[in-house]
């Protein structure tokens, strides 16, 4: 079993940055990926960034792509989410993910556990 939480969520004006960490216990041995969603009232849960165990390989959506960053170390102690030029469109709760598959995935349904998430406001 594997058990992730996350933190550092908060309130920020549009243009500044958080960084969200996901700490990272249990069996995390044969977890391949860890990834970030998140998930806005009234919307799907949607892909934000993964990143591949070992040989670091990471994904973004195309929203994000310039602005975050996903980071950690092969150990998956913790995994980073580094969010900067925020805007109010990325308001909403942000999960990281654990997916032990070595085929990276963008669906939330592919990824095996989950953490209880962490609340992001950008006001204008």
């Known amino acids: 079993q594997v058990h992730l939480a996350e933190s550092g969520g908060g309130l920020v004006q549009a243009g500044g940055s958080l960084r969200l960490s996901c700490a990272v216990s249990?069996?995390?041995?044969?977890?391949?990926?860890m990834g970030w969603f998140r998930q806005a009232p009234g919307k799907e849960r949607e892909f934000v960034a993964a990143?591949?165990?070992?040989?670091?390989?990471?994904s973004y959506a195309d929203s994000v792509k310039g602005r975050f960053t996903i980071s950690g170390d092969n150990a998956w102690n913790t995994v980073y989410l580094q969010m900067n030029n925020l805007k109010p469109e990325d308001t909403a709760i942000y999960y990281c993910?654990?997916?032990?598959?070595?085929?990276?995935?963008?669906?939330?349904?592919?990824?095996?556990?989950w953490g209880q998430g962490t609340q992001v406001t950008v006001s204008s």
């Open positions: 993910a654990a997916r032990s598959s070595e085929v990276l995935s963008t669906e939330p349904t592919a990824y095996d556990n």
């Open positions: 249990g069996r995390a041995f044969n977890m391949y990926h």
């Open positions: 990143k591949r165990r070992y040989n670091g390989y990471t």
